[in-house]
């Protein structure tokens, strides 16, 4: 289940973005799913992230009512779609995969056990 991110890019204030989340097993609709990011000299941090089953979501509060996490389980593919970007929503991000199937929670803490794969990130950056 290692994880792949696309989507990133540069775009100027205001503008959209939206990042995927895909592997190359077939299995990823069982598993938790949390979008993380990293600013240069800055710890990661935990943006969003969304059960298995789709019914639990979490958007950190800088986020909140600007992005949006979401699935699309017959491309096995779970979506971060960013609005009204900002500059200092610019960073590394990343998706990982939860550790436990079919799992009604999520977090977002980035340290937490539960995430065991990582993907590679993709460099998002917000600027006129």
């Known amino acids: 289940l290692q994880p792949v991110e696309s989507g990133g890019g540069l775009v100027q204030p205001g503008g959209s973005l939206r990042l995927s989340c895909t592997t190359t097993?077939?299995?990823?609709?069982?598993?938790?799913v949390g979008w993380f990011r990293q600013a240069p000299g800055k710890e990661r941090e935990g943006v969003s992230c969304?059960?298995?089953?789709?019914?639990?979501?979490h958007y950190s509060d800088s986020v909140k009512g600007r992005f949006t996490i979401s699935r699309d389980n017959a491309k096995n593919t779970v979506y971060l779609e960013m609005d009204n970007l900002k500059p200092e929503d610019t960073g590394v991000y990343s998706c990982?995969?939860?550790?436990?199937?079919?799992?009604?929670?999520?977090?977002?803490?980035?340290?937490?056990?539960?995430?065991?794969?990582w993907g590679q990130g993709t460099q998002v950056t917000v600027s006129s």
């Open positions: 097993s077939p299995n990823l609709r069982r598993y938790p």
């Open positions: 969304l059960s298995s089953g789709g019914t639990a979501t």
């Open positions: 990982a995969v939860d550790r436990t199937p079919f799992s009604g929670t999520c977090t977002l803490a980035p340290d937490s056990e539960r995430y065991t794969v």
